[in-house]
């Protein structure tokens, strides 16, 4: 099947204007960095998600799923097939007590400023991780002593073999950065989250001094993904890299940072390759000086071959 029968099949299933084709996806990652994927697509419900990847199974055709993009490194020439983005339109939140009910599209700083404003604490953590709920379910996003897991009673999900299952907390298998969906390559669809009464003034005051905190910490006023490499047991990622002499090493466009070298910067004009070259220059060089793999937290789209 050529790519205008293949686009004209998508737009069939869910409308001409949710499907984009050899769209680039630089702009829709926080590192700015990324060739064009063949169809980029945004489903409105779960319906749409659930026929698109029915029929990327029967066509043969790959997929992945796409948040907002904040921990991702999409190669230089792209990706085939489709990426579902469901932070576009799949972004719809209802409360109902302490319970919030969230689609996987939600931003995290959305679902926080609006616990906040219901009076709900304990998403404040996820305020400044700048993905989306289904982001966050995948990997059990955390921050500051807070991860996804402490707050979700349960994800729903579109499993891999097509069924849409409400997974409860104790079945999701959370640990740092793992789940069972992503190791079963489930989409995440939407979350439970149960949140607990607090005072809004408090919240915000807790939202503004994590805010604060990053901002003296993190470079986020340059593109990043965020942490380049997960942290290795029982030591500091950005101090093994300082200590490999590295603050600040540039390969082309991509530098560690100079403000928190556990983060890689697009220092302006890098390409995927050149953050690829600086991972391995950066992988090498600590697992000589402190003899540590480090194990790189964002994943690498289209380098596959
Ligand atoms: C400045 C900065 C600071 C950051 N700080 C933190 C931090 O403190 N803590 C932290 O944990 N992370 C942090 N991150 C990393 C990142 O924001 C998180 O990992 C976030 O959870 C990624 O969400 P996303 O929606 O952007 O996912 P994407 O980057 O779009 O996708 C990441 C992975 O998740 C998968 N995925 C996304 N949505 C779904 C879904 N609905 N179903 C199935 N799979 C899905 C994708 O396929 C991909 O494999 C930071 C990033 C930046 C740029």
Redesign the pocket.
């Known amino acids: 099947m050529d790519k205008e029968t293949q686009a004209k099949m998508l737009e069939s299933l869910i409308g001409r204007e949710s499907v984009r084709v050899d769209e680039p996806l630089a702009a829709y990652?926080?590192f700015l960095i990324g060739g064009p994927a063949d169809f980029l697509v945004s489903p409105r419900t779960e319906e749409q998600v659930c026929s698109v990847v029915a029929w990327c199974r029967e066509a043969d055709v790959p997929f992945?799923?796409?948040?907002?993009?904040?921990?991702?490194l999409v190669s230089d020439r792209g990706v085939r097939g489709v990426v579902l983005r469901?932070?576009e339109n799949f972004a719809a939140m209802s409360f109902e007590g302490e319970v919030v009910q969230v689609q996987?599209g939600c931003s995290n700083e959305e679902v926080a400023r609006a616990a906040c404003l219901a009076g709900l604490s304990g998403y404040e953590f996820a305020c400044?991780?700048?993905?989306?709920v289904?982001?966050?379910?995948?990997?059990n996003?955390?921050?500051y002593g807070g991860e996804f897991k402490d707050v979700a009673e349960a994800v729903r999900c579109l499993t891999s073999a097509g069924e849409v299952v409400d997974v409860p907390a104790a079945e999701a298998a959370w640990s740092y950065?793992h789940s069972m969906?992503?190791e079963a390559g489930?989409?995440?669809?939407g979350a439970t989250l149960r949140l607990v009464p607090g005072e809004c003034g408090a919240i915000q005051a807790r939202m503004d001094d994590l805010a604060q905190r990053?901002s003296e910490k993190?470079p986020?006023e340059m593109p990043?993904?965020?942490?380049t490499f997960k942290r290795p047991e029982g030591c500091f990622v950005g101090q093994l890299v300082q200590e490999a002499g590295l603050r600040g090493y540039r390969v082309g466009g991509a530098q560690v940072s100079e403000k928190h070298t556990g983060f890689v910067v697009n220092a302006g004009g890098a390409t995927a390759d050149d953050v690829r070259r600086l991972v391995a220059v950066v992988q090498e060089r600590v697992l000589a000086h402190a003899g540590v793999l480090l194990e790189p937290?964002v994943?690498m789209w289209g380098f596959e071959d």
């Open positions: 990652t926080t992945r799923v796409m948040g907002l993009g904040s921990d991702v469901l932070a996987a400044g991780i700048p993905g989306t289904g982001g966050a379910a995948i990997m996003a955390g921050a950065r969906m992503d489930s989409i995440v669809l990053r993190q986020l990043s993904a965020g942490s937290e994943r």
